[in-house]
């Protein structure tokens, strides 16, 4: 049997070729985003792409498994809360070729805001819900779940977290199955969810359920490991592993499908023991389950560990008191390395602009999130996606209502717009708002790595396809007269534009325009470097916060390494001390964006 | 069991060299579990991996506080940063290199200078390489990673063919040379 070291994302990408599945979406979101990236290596037998948000990816990916096709949607925790519609719809309606949603949840939250647990979903949606512990596991719950999903007529979630989505460990390589062929057929008494029907639909609902329940008691990846002491330990994903390496005597109930949770198992397993401890990261699901299940028993769960943060052995061992974690290095004295916008990041030169402007920003998710850290700390609110359009709509009202005025900028990346900001827009068109909307179009999804959305010409499976242009949707399409366009390296241009329309008593949008610099890095591009004779130690340039730009005895320096001559530093030095090194060299700011787009990659 | 990490800052090749060496430990025929973090800390943050491998089955990918093996750190702060992972015997090795984290750039905090005495204190066995330098020596910063690898290679158990055999699989034809010259400087640093 072939083994590889994959990562827990790559598992599931294999799993779908394995388990047959011929159709995936999502939208991409960190822990989940390499899925879909790694599905799109078996696009000869795998049709994927990415939605517009996790809404359309998932129901595009259950109109999929009605059209009889084994399909897969994957997504951030967060993103989930977008899909929830359809996701409680999907459960009621069920599926024909199996269904998995993929929910990748963030204990630690590493690149999240917020730490919740979708398991709930998978209970308040009534669907099972299954958690990998390692990459082999979340291969071959991907192909269990297809069979679940067929066999059982409901979408089945498969719950990943950050360390099983970005661990390695060895994962023996299966055949693709053979597919079925499932012809089309009408269902409308299936798949059309109207009230009278609906009502008949909950009853099946529950029946499933039970029936699930059952399965989940003879579930082969809900197991007993017996033990050595009379200390019981029950555990699901991650912290499995986690508390295997704590726990070394003790009787084992490894969970892998906490929902409809294993009763009878779990009675049966604490039988044997005296005492039980739940190690479950996040919520109390399992716990819950097990107190209301064997009420008498000692239960040690969230009353003892933390709700918050991974369960790694570290936390556990410090929870029980067994290992003294007090550093023998205070780190917290040392500098940090926050994560900064990149040296020629085209973001800057609009952050040091309205940081300059002194106006209230809501900001977005992105890349372009990091333009609210210091020293360019020019963003007041970061929500959720798409939020700083309409978010700014509803302080402008209420600002309005109470007699209060201030000036006030969304700012929104090109696929967070696709994403869920045109909506706010519309918003802002219907009600009358007057807001500045800066979008931030970079052409491309940056801060997830690179994926293509609706505005780049490009599909997942690298095929050419129509680009929707910023200016004309919303200039033509919209009919908004006060659109405009600016270079995102002008950093006059971008001043101008702001005072104007900043001040302007109505809707404006300025789409700044410059690709992201990671997709020409290989370019060479001539740096450019401080004239130490003429600077002046104003630190205006240090203000931009480039990575490039340091200083050496007092002066400002920029690293020739790191500079990718965009010249923005050099627009903000007031008194001309930074040139490039060679004036013949090629000059990124000097290439039209077309010309870059199309030929600037070397 | 035993486990690595491997740390210093984003865009330094920690995640290339820490997948060549669980690629050289699974081929040693060791089981093993590799952990990375993503996402934002790419951009310019730091960026931590760890690699723990057995015989028997390895259960945490995760590091441990006081539990750390070999620490090879491509930036000497990021290697004060990762010091209470080092257990009791532990071997650290450091990259004479500094990279200003742009909080010192702006002035905002102070790069420490008492960097390598800290690590002394709090080590077993301190190694301190020139890897940048040696790479660009070769012609090529990027292959600083492949010097430290090679530093921690002769610190290693495992069969130097291996390693060899590997770089060869996981690099790109064309550097192929310069990235086994530049694990032999590393190989033979300390000797």
């Not at chain 2, 699974?26 to 996402?39: M, T």
């Not at chain 2, 291996?162 to 034809?173: G, H, L």
Request: aromatic share 8%.
């Amino acid at each position: 049997m072939q083994k590889e070291l994959l990562s827990g994302n790559e598992a599931v990408a294999r799993g779908a070729y394995e388990a047959g599945i011929t159709f995936a979406s999502a939208y991409p979101g960190t822990p989940s985003t390499e899925i879909l990236e790694n599905i799109s290596k078996y696009k000869d037998d795998i049709y994927c792409q990415w939605g517009s948000n996790e809404k359309t990816a998932l129901e595009e990916a259950l109109g999929a498994s009605f059209a009889g096709a084994r399909s897969i949607v994957a997504m951030k925790h967060v993103g989930l809360n977008v899909a929830a519609d359809p996701l409680f719809s999907a459960s009621y309606i069920g599926t024909t070729g199996g269904f998995i949603i993929v929910s990748a949840d963030d204990p630690g939250m590493h690149s999240s805001q917020n730490e919740q647990d979708n398991r709930n979903y998978a209970i308040a949606a009534k669907m099972p819900v299954i958690e990998p512990s390692d990459s082999q596991e979340a291969k071959d719950f991907v192909i269990e779940g297809i069979k679940i999903s067929e066999e059982y007529n409901t979408p089945v979630m498969l719950r990943m977290t950050t360390r099983v989505d970005h661990s390695k460990s060895s994962v023996e390589l299966g055949k693709r199955v053979a597919i079925p062929e499932i012809e089309y057929k009408k269902d409308a008494i299936k798949r059309m969810l109207l009230p009278a029907r609906a009502r008949v639909k909950h009853v099946e609902v529950e029946k499933r359920q039970k029936k699930l329940e059952e399965f989940s008691n003879n579930f082969k990846y809900n197991y007993i490991i017996k033990g050595n002491s009379k200390i019981g330990v029950v555990a699901s994903g991650i912290s499995f592993q986690y508390a295997r390496e704590v726990f070394k005597d003790a009787w084992f109930l490894k969970i892998s499908m906490p929902y409809p949770f294993p009763e009878k198992l779990f009675l049966k397993f604490a039988k044997n023991v005296d005492k039980i401890y739940i190690i479950e990261e996040n919520d109390p699901i399992i716990e819950n389950f097990a107190r209301l299940a064997a009420p008498e028993k000692e239960i040690i769960g969230k009353d003892l560990f933390p709700l918050n943060g991974e369960m790694m052995p570290d936390v556990i061992l410090s929870t029980l008191g067994k290992k003294d974690l007090t550093p023998k290095f205070d780190i917290s004295t040392l500098p940090i390395r926050p994560p900064s916008l990149c040296a020629g990041c085209p973001h800057t030169a609009t952050f040091y602009n309205l940081n300059l402007q002194k106006v209230y920003v809501t900001g977005d998710i992105g890349c372009y999130t990091l333009g609210g850290l210091p020293p360019l700390n020019a963003m007041d609110t970061c929500v959720c996606m798409g939020a700083s359009i309409s978010v700014g709509l509803g302080i402008e009202k209420a600002l309005e209502k109470a007699g209060k005025k201030i000036k006030q900028a969304a700012v929104i990346g090109d696929s967070t717009f696709f994403h869920s900001g045109i909506t706010g827009l519309n918003d802002i068109i219907y009600n009358k708002g007057k807001s500045t909307v800066i979008i931030l179009d970079n052409s491309i999804t940056a801060m997830t790595g690179h994926q293509d959305n609706p505005g780049t010409g490009k599909t997942l499976m690298g095929e050419e396809t129509h680009k929707i242009d910023l200016v004309k949707l919303i200039k033509d399409g919209l009919e908004l007269k006060h659109t405009y366009e600016v270079d995102g390296y002008d950093v006059k241009g971008i001043k101008d534009l702001l005072k104007r329309e900043l001040d302007r008593e109505e809707l404006s949008v300025i789409i700044v325009r410059r690709p992201c610099i990671l997709l020409y890095k290989k370019a060479r591009w001539s740096p450019m470097q401080v004239d130490s004779e003429k600077c002046i130690k104003c630190n205006m340039c240090l203000k931009l916060g480039c990575p490039a730009i340091t200083t050496k005895n007092e002066k400002a320096f920029i690293v020739e390494d790191l500079c990718t001559g965009c010249t923005v530093c050099s627009q903000v030095c007031p008194v001309d001390a930074i040139k490039f090194t060679d004036n013949n060299g090629l000059h990124i700011a000097d290439v039209s964006i077309q010309e870059y787009l199309d030929g600037g990659k070397k | 069991m035993k486990s690595i990490i491997i740390c210093g800052v984003g865009g330094q090749g920690v995640l290339t060299a820490s997948n060549l060496l669980s690629d050289v430990l699974l081929e040693a025929g060791f089981n093993v579990k590799k952990s990375e973090v993503h996402g934002m800390s790419q951009r310019g943050g730091d960026v931590i991996a760890t690699i723990k491998y057995d015989e028997k089955e390895v259960l945490s990918p995760l590091p441990s506080i006081n539990n750390t093996d070999y620490i090879l750190s491509f930036e000497k702060l990021e290697a004060l940063r990762n010091i209470n992972y080092l257990s009791e015997n532990g071997v650290i090795m450091v990259n004479d290199f500094i990279w200003e984290p742009l909080t010192v750039a702006a002035g905002f905090a102070k790069y420490p200078e008492d960097i390598i005495e800290n690590l002394k204190k709090y080590s077993n066995e301190l190694i301190i390489i020139p890897a940048t330098k040696i790479a660009q020596e070769l012609g090529n910063s990027k292959a600083t990673n492949i010097v430290l690898i090679g530093v921690l290679a002769s610190n290693m158990d495992i069969n130097k063919k291996i390693w060899i055999e590997t770089i060869k699989k996981n690099v790109p034809p064309k550097f192929i040379d310069l990235n086994l010259k530049a694990f032999e400087r590393g190989y033979n640093y300390n000797k």
